[in-house]
């Protein structure tokens, strides 16, 4: 019994390694920008300071142009802007999915593959309807797609741009942005499909309280009682919810810039989009990692439907017996 | 090597938005481009409305450039701020970081998919060795053939003025020298004549900096 961990353990440490990951950001971050004031004054230098405090204030006048923002001199968000993307998400995205793979890593070293506890008996019971498969790997494939198309979005420029001719630099790039935003609302669909489906198995009970104290299985002996979704698959699913629709909305209003959405509101949907959507990819490889190499017997549930049983006695104790009994019975 | 740098004198500009037309003539942008713009505050109310004229100011170390996803952006020896369209992806972050508003999109995309940025480049065009399609793409190549942009080459006032950031300093230093004295028509009303005298001045060093800065 001592071996038996369960899947989400994992997901435990790697909460706890981002939590450390964000406090330990690099906390000098410091702009090395053009200065926007210094830069006006150069080129306007005769006005007035009741001129100048309005003009840097950003205060908007009368133009004849018609793009968005066009009636402001100066838009000093702008530079605020550049920080935050360039010396905090960038930095911190690399800190929070590097430290998402190291600390699965590290936890395959030590821990190794929660196995089978008893040989498989043959007897295969239904997990996953064929509905169930269809949006999981829907949702899952798209993910993957839009999680590489931003990433190269936001991390390219400095490992692919050096080493690929520039003709095939901007070929990639104009096909990531278009993929990333053409998908991206199609994602956004499945997101919703798969919540309102599996939202009445991901209410939180007593079950799941006493599975978090034993940790999903690490702390104390015996691996605690878990229904048909466990207490970290419920972690996730309401991540899914809370995360996963965050990233959805702030890419939708990125994705559909003719609203006259002003600079200010696409600067901080830009922000809001990375960081949850970092935060996303961060916990997805541990969703990942549980799945397939992480637990024998896991990722077969996914693909054909169907689970041995003795790893639903072993990881869905609760879930196990109402099936049998439901089988008994007729 | 000359550093290039636009300066607008706020006393002269008087919001005819020649350089707009100007800069609209010499590049031929597309529908829906303004890579310059004149910005008019408290319009209409005497004594205190104040016009500039405004495209990229080619920032020194430049946000921009910073922000990039496709790196795209390049600076020239002459100080310029230049993009590449071939690698543009249109996707807008350059105007979220520029202070200026300086970049600009035609809408060309379905779902209002923003096309490849274009910007003011100086008059210098663009990475394109085919003088034809340099013009298509970027407009004018007025600094190869020696000239200066058409934008401040064709203000009526000379307010808008565009080169080596030390002869546009000069420039300026001097007309704020016969400014700068009493009954000056400097600024708004409102201001003594020593104060006006002393905002002259300060004005005229900070544009004396600026061309010590790089
Ligand atoms: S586009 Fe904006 S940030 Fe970039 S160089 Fe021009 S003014 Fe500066
Ligand atoms: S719109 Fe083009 S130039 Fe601007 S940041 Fe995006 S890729 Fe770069
Ligand atoms: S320098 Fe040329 S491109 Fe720039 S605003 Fe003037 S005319 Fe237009």
New binding site residues.
């Given amino acids: 019994m001592e071996k038996s961990r369960s899947r989400t353990s994992v997901g435990f440490w790697l909460v706890m390694l981002l939590v450390g990951c964000m406090f330990s950001l690099p906390v000098v971050a410091q702009s090395q920008g053009a200065d926007a004031r210094r830069e006006a004054l150069q080129s306007m230098p005769g006005t007035t300071p009741d001129f100048w405090r309005d003009a840097a204030g950003g205060v908007s006048g009368r133009t004849t142009s018609q793009s968005v923002g066009a009636d402001t001199l100066i838009m000093t968000e702008g530079e605020r802007w550049k920080e935050i993307r360039n010396e905090w998400i960038s930095p911190g995205g690399l800190l929070a999915l590097g430290g998402s793979l190291t600390g699965i890593t590290f936890f395959y070293l030590l821990v190794g593959r929660v196995k089978l506890e008893h040989p498989r008996t043959g007897k295969r019971i239904e997990r996953w309807t064929r509905w169930d498969r269809v949006i999981h790997w829907y949702v899952a494939t798209l993910f993957i797609i839009l999680a590489l198309t931003g990433l190269s979005i936001l991390y390219a420029k400095w490992f692919l741009m050096p080493i690929l001719p520039t003709s095939l630099w901007s070929a990639w790039?104009i096909a990531a942005?278009n993929i990333h935003n053409y998908l991206g609302p199609l994602f956004s669909l499945g997101v919703l499909v798969m919540i309102v489906k599996w939202i009445k198995h991901n209410f939180f009970n007593l079950v799941d309280l006493k599975w978090f104290i034993k940790g999903g299985g690490i702390v104390g002996k015996g691996h605690p009682s878990a229904g048909y979704l466990n207490g970290g698959e419920k972690v996730w699913f309401w991540m899914i919810v809370f995360v996963g629709l965050t990233v959805a909305v702030s890419g939708l209003v990125l994705d559909f810039p003719n609203f006259g959405q002003t600079r200010e509101t696409m600067q901080l949907f830009l922000i809001i989009h990375a960081v949850s959507s970092l935060v996303l990819m961060a916990a997805a490889f541990g969703h990942i990692y549980i799945g397939t190499l992480g637990t024998e017997g896991a990722f077969e549930g996914m693909k054909t439907g169907y689970v041995d049983e003795s790893w639903a006695k072993q990881h869905h104790d609760l879930w196990y017996e109402e099936v049998t009994q439901k089988q008994n019975k007729s | 090597m000359a550093r290039m740098k636009f300066l607008c004198d706020s006393e002269r500009c008087i919001e005819c938005n020649g350089c707009v037309t100007a800069c609209k003539n010499a590049n031929e942008t597309e529908w829906g481009i303004q890579r310059r713009r004149v910005v008019t505050l408290d319009d209409g109310e005497v004594g205190k409305e104040v016009s500039i004229s405004v495209a990229c100011m080619h920032c020194t170390d430049a946000p921009?450039m910073a922000?990039?996803?496709?790196?795209?952006?390049y600076p020239t020896e002459d100080g310029l701020i230049l993009?590449?369209?071939d690698?543009?992806?249109?996707?807008?972050?350059?105007?979220y970081?520029c202070p200026f508003g300086a970049?600009q999109?035609p809408q060309q995309g379905a779902f209002g998919a923003?096309g490849?940025?274009d910007k003011c480049t100086f008059c210098a065009g663009g990475p394109e060795s085919d003088p034809v399609l340099e013009e298509q793409k970027y407009g004018a190549n007025r600094l190869r053939e020696g000239k200066l942009p058409l934008c401040a080459e064709m203000c009526s006032t000379k307010a808008l003025l565009a080169g080596d950031a030390q002869q546009v300093a000069d420039i300026f230093r001097e007309r704020v020298v016969y400014r700068g004295h009493r009954n000056s028509a400097w600024g708004s009303a409102d201001h003594e004549a020593d104060q006006s005298e002393q905002l002259a001045k300060n004005a005229a060093d900070l544009a004396y900096d600026a061309t010590q800065s790089v």
């Fill in positions: 790039m942005k | 921009c922000v990039c996803p496709t790196d795209c952006f993009h590449n369209k690698a543009c992806i249109g996707c807008g972050y350059c105007l970081a970049p999109f923003r490849k940025m």
